[in-house]
């Protein structure tokens, strides 16, 4: 088991959630741009993005965390460590209320967005029982009058992240779809979006691009954990294929396709050469902050963009 360090805890509680939540603040900036009429920032959907992101890994970071700490009897004796603990959930507190504050000035519809998306990312870790559901399904028919005495079986127990691929499908639907669909319920409802996007962009490749590419940085953190989820059996996509180098390969073949598709955008173009070269440049070897650089291969080509349109 590894020491649980003050250091380790700032790391994991605060540093990788702001750093990759960074990408959902260049990326809502991109599309509240880019969708409304006017070609202003609106603070509201980036501000749902960014918190909604920092709570859902911030949340699993902490519990994971918590588990640590409870598990080492000696970690109760360290206050340091413990107040790191409370800092955390401050900063948690303090992110849910600034989404709460957004969402208030939003229409509902922005809250049922935000709720579909939101809702996956913070069960991720937690046990699904269906025998929950079969007590609910149970009582209704017995309210009806249709309830048959069955013999109990045991019920089995999902957990969303043990599902084969999920993770890398649920980081693209929810940081690509997601925040689109909350950008647009945003402008939508105050009347400022636009019907035409600027050139060079579609909302189609701003779907497609954000989708593939947050697909993309989920399974090459997963090509950096790739020993260890061998040994654990969680069914990554890399274990599942059970080659890093075929794992590179597709993830490759994805970027290019993508800049394939939309080459007539020279910032996605950009950003696809570059999570392409990221691809081969990191390993499961590489330091865990390395594969930082992969959740921004779309930031650093959106900041680009928004100052060229300034600058002109």
């Not at 209704?140 to 691929?165: E, N």
């Amino acid at each position: 088991m590894s020491i649980l360090t003050t250091q380790k805890l700032a790391d994991e509680l605060f540093l990788r959630p702001i750093v990759i939540s960074m990408n959902s603040l260049a990326l809502s900036c991109l599309m509240s741009y880019v969708m409304s009429a006017n070609g202003t920032l609106d603070w509201r959907p980036i501000a749902i993005c960014v918190t909604s992101d920092i709570l859902a890994m911030g949340a699993d970071h902490l519990k994971d965390k918590e588990e640590e700490f409870s598990s080492d009897r000696n970690n109760a004796n360290d206050p340091r460590i413990t107040s790191w603990f409370v800092y955390a959930r401050t900063f948690l507190t303090a992110s849910a209320v600034l989404l709460a504050l957004a969402l208030s000035q939003c229409p509902i519809s922005t809250l049922l967005t935000t709720a579909a998306f939101v809702a996956p990312a913070l069960l991720w870790t937690t046990p699904i029982s269906f025998k929950k559901f079969g007590l609910i399904s149970r009582r209704l028919l017995g309210r009806f009058g249709q309830d048959k005495h069955q013999p109990s079986t045991s019920a089995p127990t999902l957990v969303i992240k043990r599902i084969p691929g999920m993770k890398a499908i649920f980081n693209g639907i929810i940081r690509g779809c997601g925040i689109y669909a909350v950008v647009l319920s945003v402008l939508s409802g105050s009347g400022n979006l636009t019907n035409t996007l600027p050139s060079p962009w579609s909302v189609v490749q701003l779907i497609v691009w954000s989708t593939v590419n947050r697909s993309c940085h989920a399974i090459m953190t997963d090509v950096r954990d790739f020993e260890d989820d061998l040994k654990a059996g969680v069914p990554t996509i890399p274990v599942l294929l059970g080659s890093v180098l075929k794992t590179k390969v597709i993830l490759t073949a994805c970027h290019m396709l993508v800049m394939s598709a939309f080459i007539e955008n020279p910032y996605i173009m950009g950003s696809c050469l570059f999570a392409a070269a990221l691809v081969w440049m990191l390993g499961k070897h590489s330091p865990k902050k390395a594969f930082l650089f992969s959740s921004h291969s779309q930031s650093l080509f959106i900041i680009w963009y928004l100052l060229t349109r300034h600058i002109n």
